[in-house]
Each structure stands twice: as C-alpha cells, then as structure tokens.
C-alpha cells in the first residue's frame, strides 16, 4: 500500500547526513528474519494471521517496514531538514515495530545484530569477535547432531526416553560432556599461561540462569587443584542504592542492566587489586536496599581473582586491564530441541528454558512469584541482548550449560507455579509477557515429567541443582 513519507534525511552516528531510504528498512528487517528461518518460522498464532500472509516473506517485510516509516513520521519535528531523524531513533522503531506485531525473535537477532555492531565500533570486539545475530551456530549444530544421536532432539523423543525409562544415561552422558568442556576450558587456560600471559582475572559470564554460579564454583576447584590461590568477588555487592537504582515503566526496578552496578567504582577496585593495593570492598544489604562497609580484600601477586557476576563480559567493567591478564568463560544454555515430532523445525528457545529455571529458582530461594518473573522477563532479555549476547566473541571458551533433562525435570517443579492467563490478565499491554506464557505453556504441556525417583537420582553437582535445590555445592545466593 502507499504511505505517506515526509521525512529527507538521517543523520548517521558521525553527524553526517544521508537521503532517508524505506528500503534499507525494509532489507534490515527480512535479513533478520532470514537468519532465523524466516518471519514464517516464528509465526505467533492469533496475532500475525490477523493481517498477514504467512507465506509471503517479502510481504510482511514491506508491511512492517511501512509501520515503521508510519510511526517515525507520527513526530514531525522529522520532517524538518535542518532537524533530522537520527539512525538510533529508526533502530529504536524497527524493534518496537517487531516487537509490537509479535515478531519477538526477529527483534532479539535484530538487536544482538545491532550492539554487536556498536561494541565493534566501540573497540571492544573485533570483526573476528563479531557473533552477528547472536547465535553459535556451529556449536549449536554440533549439539542437534548428538541429541540426535542419543534420540533426544525433539519432544517426541525425549517423552519416549522419559516412558521407557531410558533418561539416567542421558543424565550421565550429558554431565560427562558438560564437565569435559568445563576441563577444555580450563585447558585453553592452561594453555594462555604456557605461552606467558599472566592471567589475573577469569570470568564466567553469561545470560540469566544459564549455570554461571555452579560453572563458577567448579571453574574454582579446577584452579585450586592446579595449585592456584583463588579471591573471589561477587559484584552483586556494587549495586547502587535502592533510590538511585534505575526503574521502569512499572516503577520495578532494574536489577539486570550493568547500569545497575556502579561499575566505575569495580573497574578502580579491581585496578586497585591488581596493583597490589588493599581495597574497602562493601556490601550489599538487600534488606535496606543500600551499601554497607564491606571487608578488606587485596589479591597476592600468585592469586587470581575470580569474578562472580552477570556481567563479566561488560567491557567498561574491565576497562584499561590488560588482555592478557583475563580470561574469559562463556555459559549458554544451548541445549538444541526441536518441538514436537521436529516435523515444524520450530525450535524450543534457550531463553523460555532459562526463564523456566529462574521461576523455580526464585519461588524457591527468594520467594519471588512465577508472575513477576515472567513480567520481569523482558527486562532480563533487553539486558543480555545489548551486553552479553553480542560479547561472547570475547570468551576464551565456550561451555554449554544445558542439559537435554532440562524440561523433564522442570516440569514437574514449574507446573504448579506457571502463571495462568488470569494472572497476566491485569497487563494487558505487555504483549510480550502475553505471547511467552502461551507459547512456554503449550512447551510444558508437551513434556512428560520425569520420576520423582530419576530427578532424586541426580547429581547434587548437576548445574540443575542451582535451581531446583539438592545442590552439593555452595550456591552463594541461594542462602
């Protein structure tokens, strides 16, 4: 259809000026879908065949696309030469666009795109660090083909692995792998250290819930089995007070974005540290909502510093710190699953795996609701797809922190908590919410529990432990 563009130019990031082109917007978005399957390959049921062809890519790119111009001539202070629309402010539309219309996973490959884009022209990747759309495709395709293997690459197969009862070797198979990628790990460390870097720092870095705090702990015992003196810091302890903490629409605060922590003051902490100065390190006191004092913390000149946080990857954390003095782990829960029969090729995504395993987490060692952590989702999503996701090009490893028994084991844990659409009812504007309670409920309806006996039968050093409880470790904030 014709719309109506009143709109000449763009001012790009370096103030130049260039002719404003629909097109580009247009191409921006089917190349994002293309890395994904397509826009038919996330169709969301009810909401896009209300006025789209699902079969006629082409179409809805132009379609979306023409949103997005409608929106940006909504304000007309763009129509104005001399007051020109800037290339952030069309970025910023094309995902409320998609988001709006229910393309969530469009909007998430779009987005990792984009600040994969800004952190390269920040210098804080290399183009060989560039992880484009966010997703590991060689690592994931390697773990479809040995799922598949096992007959667990689809929800049909794990179900008939639960009935027959089939699950314990998985179980083993699955944990042995898991720990000889934390010991490749530990290798390409060894490795770094043989050619004469003098590592000071490791982190283990990593979207929400994908087993950082377990991978943390055993990333600890392996270096202290080497013979390595080990200082931890848990960055949690840096947040700002409650009343300069960065809040929401909903006046929820914000506890996922690295603007969270007062990250200025970790970089000259750990400056400090690695020059060999003594630091007041605080505390952080949830109860109060502030910072208390702390403990004294230096770090001898044969330790390291193992970092404990969300963010390790975040590069103004670690600003102006050598590169050969850190090493960096990468954890996603990448387990690959295709639903049902496989038949769609629609693929169960990691993060409703990992929101799974944070509303059991949290209604267990925080008395958090399932509710909240759903509405709460789209926050911890915005987050890792700005400054996690796009940096895991920075990692010296990568490790896989899910496991094909993820969702047997969930299930019955998450059944009786998962929001029902009633629940959601009073927010009825946050389509995202609305469209991942239906889309994980059909998932968790698909899946057959695993036997209360086979989940007892389980490692307590499992990553799964973490949130489900049984852990054999010390699991720091599940206190």
Known sequence: ????????????????????????????????????????????????????????????????????????????????????????????????????????????????????????????????????????????????????????????????????????????????????????????????????????????????????????????????????????????????????????????????????????????HLRDLLAGRKIEMPSYDFKIGDRVPGRNLELPPDSVLLLDCLHGLYPPLTHGIPEEAKFRIYIENMNMLREGLGTTMGAVRFTDIRMLRRMVRDHRHRNHSPLLTLIHWDKVRRSELANIIPLWGRADALVNGGLPFDLPVLKPFVDPLFPSPKDLARFPGHLDAHLRLERVRRLLDSIASLPQHEIDAIPGDATIREFIGGSTLKIPHND
Request: glycine share 8%; proline share 4%.
């Open 1 to 268: 259809m014709a719309i109506a563009n009143k709109i000449l130019r763009v001012q790009l990031r370096n103030g130049a000026l260039i002719n404003f082109d629909p097109g580009k917007i247009r191409h921006a978005m089917l190349s994002a879908a293309g890395s994904i399957g397509g826009f038919g390959s996330h169709w969301q049921e009810g909401v896009n065949d209300l006025f789209l062809d699902r079969q006629n890519e082409d179409q809805i790119a132009t379609i979306l696309s023409d949103m997005v111009v409608v929106t940006l001539n909504s304000d007309p202070r763009y129509h104005i030469p001399n007051f020109p629309l800037h290339i952030e402010d069309i970025q910023n539309t094309i995902i409320h666009v998609l988001r709006s219309y229910g393309f969530v996973d469009v909007a998430d490959v779009y987005e990792v795109f984009r600040w994969g884009k800004h952190w390269m022209r920040q210098g804080a990747i290399t183009p060989e660090q560039f992880v484009g759309n966010g997703q590991p495709e060689a690592k994931a395709s390697e773990i479809l083909r040995r799922n598949a293997k096992w007959g667990c690459d689809t929800v049909a197969g794990l179900n008939e692995i639960v009935s027959n009862g089939r699950m314990s070797r998985i179980v083993q198979d699955s944990l042995a792998l898991y720990e000889g990628e934390l010991d490749a790990a530990l290798g390409a460390f060894d490795r770094r250290i043989a050619r004469g870097d003098r590592i000071r720092i490791v982190t283990v870095a990593g979207p929400s819930s994908s087993g950082k705090t377990t991978t943390t702990v055993k990333v600890h015992q392996r270096l202290v089995t080497r013979g390595i003196n080990v200082v931890m810091m848990n960055l949690d302890d840096y947040f700002w007070p409650a009343h300069q903490h960065p809040v929401d629409w909903m006046a929820d605060r914000d506890y996922e974005t690295p603007h969270a922590l007062d990250y200025n003051l970790i970089n000259q």
